[in-house]
């Protein structure tokens, strides 16, 4: 059983800085693409960011790009995602997503996945 475990969130002023963790457990965590989706109050799920198994290539939404770094260390079996210049229309809670084998980054970018996290909350002030 695959088991996600969010941390890093919390509350920001809006250019601030936040850097969320996941740590992955229950298979081959290098094995897998890995992402980080979101959710705001009353709008569905949103893809933010996605990775590949080796952390060679990465996916952002558009809106994210140029100020997000998803990136993971395959040794420790984390997903990190670096959030700078953050603006109240980041206000959300952000997933840790694995999807199942096979899957590709573009599977994530469509919304795909098999197993999430339990959700931090990220709340950027204006």
């Known amino acids: 059983q695959v088991q996600l475990v969010e941390s890093g969130g919390g509350l920001v002023q809006a250019g601030g800085s936040l850097r969320l963790s996941c740590a992955a457990s229950g298979r081959t965590f290098s094995s897998y693409v890995m992402g980080w989706f979101r959710q705001a109050p009353g709008k569905e799920r949103e893809f933010v960011a996605a990775i590949s198994e080796s952390g060679g290539s990465t996916a952002y939404r558009v809106s994210v790009k140029g100020r997000f770094t998803i990136s993971r260390d395959n040794a420790k079996n984390t997903v990190f995602l670096q959030m700078n210049n953050l603006k109240p229309e980041d206000t959300a809670v952000y997933y840790c997503?694995?999807?199942?084998?096979?899957?590709?980054?573009?599977?994530?970018?469509?919304?795909?996945?098999?197993?999430w996290g339990q959700g931090t909350q990220v709340t950027v002030s204006s």
């Open positions: 997503a694995a999807p199942s084998a096979g899957s590709t980054i573009a599977t994530m970018v469509r919304g795909v996945s098999a197993y």
